[in-house]
């Protein structure tokens, strides 16, 4: 699974986002999915997840209520909407996938730059 995320750039601090995250090289349909950000001089720390069905989704407490979540299946794509954003939101932002029952994600995209001035 080749995994390119997408959509980052410079938003104004309470503006918005969206990030994709293709894939190609198989079907994402029994994958779980990811996304994480590292912000400069800091460890890389965990945003959100979503089920391969997309009917279980987790949002780590920083972003609840401002970052949304989602998957596309049938596009073999995740979105991560990102609303109200923050100066602490700026970071690069990975995608990762694992497949369904598995403890690590194995498949991680490059990267994208997220950044949010205040």
């Known amino acids: 699974v080749q995994l390119q995320a997408s959509g980052g750039g410079l938003v104004q601090a309470g503006g918005s986002l969206r990030l994709s995250c293709a894939a190609s090289?198989?079907?994402?349909?029994?994958?779980?999915m990811g996304w994480f950000r590292q912000a400069p001089g800091k460890e890389r720390e965990f945003v959100g997840a979503?089920?391969?069905?997309?009917?279980?989704?987790v949002h780590a407490e920083s972003v609840k209520g401002r970052f949304i979540i989602s998957r596309d299946n049938a596009k073999n794509t995740m979105y991560l909407q990102m609303n109200s954003l923050k100066p602490e939101d700026t970071a690069v932002y990975y995608c990762?996938?694992?497949?369904?029952?598995?403890?690590?994600?194995?498949?991680w995209g490059q990267g994208t730059l997220v950044t949010s001035p205040a």
């Open positions: 990762a996938a694992r497949y369904d029952g598995e403890d690590a994600y194995k498949y």
């Open positions: 090289g198989r079907a994402l349909s029994r994958y779980d």
């Open positions: 979503i089920s391969w069905s997309g009917g279980i989704k």
